[in-house]
């Protein structure tokens, strides 16, 4: 540098002589040659140290740039401070609101279906319990687990519906829209994965076309105390030091879910004692009458048998009905057993049963008949029985893959009946979780700029010290939103940055409309058309705070 800078007095001195090429080429002749060699040199000289100006000025600029957001970043501290009343003011979402996908003209829709679980029957939290401790003896007692695994308890705060479980690997799983794994998404037993130690198991955040061939969903009603259970056996055999196939958990908790089902177990433990399991509905029978009275038909279709269907109708209904009639009457066809979703795609034939004798008639079923019971059958001859095209009816049902992704593909429309929707807007509604969700979007845009003004060859001290705290914060930010939902997987709807989840992702592709409950639909008039928003958001009930929102209190507090 410093024989650069003995020659800076030359080049100036030079910068100010004119030359004649052709007096000269005269006089010296070929020492031109020489001259043409130390004018290159100064040239390059010259280059040089305009590179190190413009890297000196870069460099300023970079401090310039890092200082900038710095004071942002600390305005924007200042305003974290108070909820500012333009969030306060912003419109609330309706937690018993229809959501709409695709537009739907409810007049015409003529027909009317129905599933009965979690659809038309609401329980109570402590089935989940229920369906835990019975799947747990079972497995205890027919499938020689353990005995202490007789002390494990339910624990609702734990499992969320949407989850994975990958049956290589053992671990539950909670994706995002796009099929990637949530950074605090994966639990192996109950302990949660870190980044490292995802990126160790699966090489990448992401699940390939592969790896996904292995994941098992868990979106049904029986999914909480289903994913609670898998998570409890697979710690009990880490702790206690037991080689164990993570496959051979998943089919001995999901054969002792179905067995709980399919024996009437859960069935006679919720009739032996509703008060404690179903919830009474007088406003499901004011919509199963309004339609009526609008001409609509009415079908129940379910898995569930009849005298279970019955004795739950019967409970929730009783204080509405009183000697008015039997609740089958709102109904213009009954259908039980009907193994969905293999209903959708099968060619069984109806049985009608007769609920005095509990037996199947052998009669061939060729008309559904009032107050009548039909067992088993299939879409194909449902659809050649009542003559009902696809676009007029309608079909709810709460198991996006059971209960609406064959109805979706035989032109059906569909509702999805979601019970957690109603909490998760109203979590959303609230000024602090609005609040924390506009400091997420302030602090991830400032994150975005600092690393988009600062290549990361030039990436200084300054700029890791203010890239630390920024991290740190929006982290904070993050995990106050998780908390406020569901301390392990957070909300069912978003990942922990706001963005939608898988399970939001099967939503949006197997249901019209969703809703928390088939009676919202009280609400809305037999002939309403049900737009879809104009906006580009993925899941409708969904309400962005823009980071704009702070951007006044911002400026006024930035000197």
Same mark, same amino acid.
């Given at each position: 540098m410093a024989s650069f800078r003995r020659l800076l007095p030359l080049c100036s001195s030079l910068r100010g002589t004119r030359f004649s090429f052709s007096g000269v080429y005269e006089r010296f002749g070929a020492n031109v040659c020489g001259y043409s060699k130390f004018t290159s040199s100064v040239h390059t000289v010259s280059k040089f140290e305009e590179k190190i100006k413009r890297a000196e000025a870069d460099a300023s600029e970079d401090n310039d740039d890092i200082d900038n957001i710095r004071r942002e970043f600390d305005a924007a501290k200042r305003s974290f401070l108070e909820i500012p009343e333009a969030l306060k003011a912003m419109p609330k979402?309706?937690?018993?609101?229809?959501?709409?996908?695709?537009?739907?003209?409810? &007049?015409?829709?003529?027909?009317?279906?129905?599933?009965?679980?979690?659809?038309?029957?609401?329980?109570s939290?402590?089935?989940?319990?229920?369906?835990?401790?019975?799947?747990?003896?079972?497995?205890?007692?027919?499938?020689?687990?353990?005995?202490?695994?007789?002390?494990? *308890?339910?624990?609702?705060?734990?499992?969320?519906?949407? @989850?994975?479980?990958?049956?290589?690997?053992?671990?539950l799983l909670k994706l995002d829209f796009f099929g990637s794994i949530e950074e605090e998404g994966c639990f192996y037993g109950r302990h949660q994965?870190?980044?490292?130690?995802?990126?160790?198991i699966y090489g990448t955040r992401h699940i390939g076309r592969d790896q996904a061939r292995r994941l098992v969903g868990l979106m049904d009603f029986f999914c909480f105390s289903e994913a609670c259970l898998i998570a409890d056996m697979v710690q009990y055999f880490v702790d206690a030091k037991l080689?164990? &196939?993570?496959?051979?958990?998943y089919e001995d908790v999901n054969n002792a879910i179905q067995h709980v089902h399919q024996s009437g177990l859960m069935h006679r433990g919720i009739l032996s004692d509703p008060h404690r399991y179903l919830v009474k509905n007088g406003q499901l029978l004011r919509f199963l009458r309004m339609l $009526?009275? *609008?001409? $609509?038909?009415?079908?129940? @279709?379910?898995?569930?048998?009849?005298?279970?269907?019955?004795?739950?109708?019967?409970?929730?209904?009783?204080?509405?009905?009183?000697?008015?009639?039997?609740? *089958?009457?709102?109904?213009?066809?009954?259908?039980? *057993?009907?193994? $969905?979703?293999?209903?959708?795609?099968?060619?069984?034939?109806?049985?009608?049963?007769?609920?005095?004798?509990?037996? @199947?008639?052998?009669? $061939?079923? &060729?008309?559904?008949?009032?107050n009548k019971i039909y067992y088993h059958g299939s879409l194909k001859s449902f659809l050649q029985i009542t003559k009902w095209k696809g676009p007029e009816v309608i079909y709810f049902g709460d198991h996006l893959f059971s209960d609406l992704r064959g109805p979706s593909k035989a032109g059906w429309r569909t509702a999805a009946i979601i019970h957690e929707l109603e909490d998760e807007i109203r979590i959303q509604n609230e000024d602090r979780y609005r609040f924390e969700q506009a400091k997420f979007h302030i602090l991830q845009e400032l994150l975005g700029r600092l690393h988009a003004v600062i290549p990361s060859s030039k990436r200084s001290e300054a700029y890791k010290l203010l890239m630390g705290e920024l991290n740190e914060e929006r982290q904070k930010a993050r995990s106050m939103m998780k908390r406020m939902f569901n301390t392990s997987f957070g909300a069912t709807f978003l990942t922990d940055k706001g963005q939608e989840s898988a399970f939001a992702y099967h939503i949006h592709q197997y249901a019209d409309v969703y809703t928390?409950?088939?009676?919202?639909?009280?609400?809305?008039?037999?002939?309403?058309?049900?737009?879809?928003?104009?906006d580009i958001k993925i899941m409708p009930h969904h309400v962005k705070i823009p980071s704009s929102l702070f951007k006044t209190s911002r400026c006024s507090s930035m000197p």
């Open positions: 979402t309706n937690p018993e609101g229809i959501y709409v996908n695709r537009g739907l003209r409810l &007049d015409l829709i003529q027909v009317y279906g129905f599933d009965y679980d979690f659809t038309l029957a609401h329980y939290a402590n089935l989940q319990s229920l369906i835990y401790d019975l799947a747990k003896e079972h497995m205890v007692k027919e499938f020689k687990y353990p005995e202490v695994c007789m002390s494990f *308890k339910y624990d609702p705060s734990f499992p969320i519906r949407g @989850l994975y479980y990958d049956r290589e690997h053992g671990c994965l870190s980044e490292e130690e995802i990126v160790e080689e164990f &196939d993570a496959c051979y958990i $009526k009275e *609008k001409g $609509k038909k009415l079908f129940l @279709l379910t898995n569930s048998p009849y005298y279970f269907v019955d004795g739950g109708m019967q409970f929730m209904l009783e204080d509405s009905t009183g000697n008015s009639g039997s609740w *089958k009457e709102l109904f213009d066809v009954v259908i039980a *057993k009907a193994n $969905k979703p293999g209903f959708y795609t099968s060619e069984h034939p109806f049985r009608c049963y007769d609920t005095e004798k509990d037996t @199947l008639a052998f009669t $061939k079923v &060729d008309t559904f008949l009032k928390s409950k088939p009676e919202n639909f009280l609400f809305f008039s037999p002939e309403t058309w049900l737009h879809a928003p104009c």
